[in-house]
């Protein structure tokens, strides 16, 4: 981003809070499954391994936010709005 001459210039704070929706339905209810099952994983199994149930964390927000980072910074999306708005 360029400002006046030729300065870069700062994004303003709702260009950096606006996420647009880059999931969609099926993907969005994939994750919130997944993201479901696994904090699941965390809360009832008695193993060694059941730390790894915290990586259901990131599916489950990632699901009920319908907006991925990897995905933004991909420039991918599953959104079918988002596809038939091009």
């Known amino acids: 981003m360029q400002g006046l001459a030729g300065q870069a210039r700062r994004p303003h704070w709702k260009e950096i809070l ?32 059941r730390w ?16 991925c980072p990897l995905y933004a910074l991909l420039g991918i999306g599953t959104n079918k709005q988002r596809e038939s708005a091009k």
């Open 18 to 49: 606006y996420m647009k929706k880059n999931i969609g339905k099926t993907d969005k209810w994939i994750r919130i499954v997944v993201g479901a099952a696994l904090l699941l994983f965390l809360a009832f199994s008695q193993s060694g391994l």
């Open 52 to 67: 790894l149930g915290l990586i259901g964390v990131i599916p489950l927000v990632t699901g009920l936010m319908n907006y």
